[in-house]
Structure formats: structure tokens, C-alpha cells
């Protein structure tokens, strides 16, 4: 047996990408994907298990501690992600504007290029498309639908309706008729766009049929993470049929 020192040459072109840290229970993985250019990379951390999965405010509270987030950004490190978002809406605004900042200031110490939250990302889209009124519908409970409100609110957006399911769990399971009806409940004449809040609510297949039916943004919690993440890491955005993306 003979054991030879083989030359090693670095010679393959680098595959761009974004990262992004995600709840231990998200799993829309495959719709994340869909919002991504052609050629590039998604790389995607959970952060560490908990054993309270009722979505809940200390659901929000437990997948948005540093102390989980911080090891699941340095996980992505090595990837060398352009930039990498938190993508949870719940988590990123349940402690408030103040909140979401801190969880930015967290992930940037740890390391992070260029820190996005969902939160964070739907302001930026609302600011983009000069939207002050908007009208939200959520999976959760109403406690938790109010403190989405007052994030918005105190960032100078006005909500002219709320609805929400009350779901505490199985959110991914929550199928396209359901978010139709949503859309229809919510929606009133002074409302400039609607969003869709939690990054594990399925939107991607039902938002350009709802636009052109409401003649209006509908935004949802994985599109605006992956639209903030894209543009602020410098990379194509990708070529779909959503009012967000043609601005």
C-alpha cells in the first residue's frame, strides 16, 4: 500500500449565496427555493429544538433568543453567505421595532454579512412600494396579531384590518383555499397592500392570482425575506410574476 500527496487545486468558481436562519420548526424550505436566481445558492439553519412547539408568544420567545440564534448563524458561516436572514415574522417582531434591531445587532456580532429579518424585510417592502395602509392576516392567536399591529404601527403604517386563524401548530398545513378566504376577509377599499404573515404559511402559488383579483401588493412573510435578503446581499432577484419583484 502506497499513500501519495495528490495536488489540490481551488480552481471551481465560487456559487454565491444567502443563508438563513429558520425556527426549528419551519418547513417551507421548497417554497424558499422558488424565490431564488437560477445559479445561486440557499443555505438554510434551523435553530436547536424546543420542547414547546404550541406557536405561541413563548414559542416567539424561545426561536428568537440569542442564545439559539447566534450558533445557527455561525453555522452558516462557512458557506459564506452574501447575507443571512432570521426568517421568522413572529420572532422578529414580538419584542418590537427595539426587538427586531437588537436581533440584527445579535447576528451581525455573531458574524452574519449584511443581517435581514422578516420583520425588518417587510418594512423595507412597504417602504419601496410607498405603502402607509395595509391589511394583515396572521395564523396566530389575537394577542399575538396585535403585537404584529404595533410593530407596524409604530413604524409609521396604519392597519386597516387584522384578521387571524388562532392555529397553534400545522401552519405549513394550512392549504391555498384557506389563505383565499383570508384575502376576502381582510381586504378593505383603504388598504394599499395586504400581508401574510409566519414564514411557514404557504403563499407562493396563490399571491399573483390574488393581486390581479384584488388589483393590489399581496405580500407574504418568505417573500419579502427573500426579496430583502436577495437585494441587500447584491444578487439577481428572480423573475416571477409578483408585484414585489417588478418594482
Not at 465560487?14 to 436566481?37: H, N, T
Not at 421568522?88 to 427586531?100: H, K, L
Not at 394550512?174 to 378593505?188: F, K, L, Q, W, Y
Not at 417573500?223 to 446581499?233: C, D, F, I, N
Request: proline share 4%; hydrophobic share 45%; net charge negative.
Amino acid at each position: 500500500m502506497e499513500y501519495i500527496q495528490l495536488p489540490a487545486r481551488y480552481d471551481a468558481e465560487f456559487r454565491a449565496g444567502i443563508g438563513m436562519v429558520v425556527p426549528f420548526d419551519f418547513a417551507l424550505d421548497e417554497e424558499c427555493w422558488r424565490w431564488m436566481p437560477e445559479g445561486y445558492n440557499l443555505h438554510i439553519a434551523r435553530t436547536a429544538y424546543n420542547e414547546h412547539t404550541t406557536v405561541d408568544e413563548a414559542h416567539a420567545q424561545n426561536v428568537s433568543d440569542a442564545s439559539v440564534v447566534v450558533p445557527a448563524v455561525r453555522e452558516l458561516l462557512m458557506a459564506r453567505p452574501a447575507s443571512i436572514a432570521y426568517s421568522c415574522t413572529m420572532g422578529s417582531f414580538i419584542n418590537g421595532n427595539a426587538g427586531e434591531h437588537l436581533l440584527c445587532a445579535a447576528m451581525s456580532a455573531a458574524g452574519a454579512q449584511k443581517p435581514v429579518t422578516t420583520s425588518g424585510a417587510l418594512l423595507e417592502a412597504l417602504h419601496a412600494m410607498g405603502i402607509k395602509k395595509l391589511a394583515i392576516a396572521t395564523p396566530y392567536n389575537e394577542s399575538i396579531t396585535r403585537r404584529l399591529t404595533t410593530f407596524l404601527e409604530a413604524a409609521g403604517h396604519k392597519v386597516t384590518k387584522a384578521g387571524y386563524l388562532g392555529s397553534d401548530g400545522d401552519i405549513m398545513l394550512i392549504g391555498p383555499d384557506t389563505v383565499r378566504e383570508m384575502a376576502h376577509s381582510i381586504n378593505t377599499d383603504d388598504a394599499e397592500a395586504l400581508f401574510f404573515s409566519c414564514t411557514d404559511l404557504r403563499m407562493f402559488d396563490v399571491i399573483a392570482e390574488l393581486e390581479k383579483e384584488l388589483g393590489k401588493p399581496i405580500l407574504s412573510a418568505n417573500q419579502v425575506t427573500m426579496w430583502a435578503t436577495l437585494k441587500v446581499a447584491g444578487l439577481p432577484l428572480p423573475d416571477v410574476n409578483q408585484r414585489l419583484f417588478q418594482i
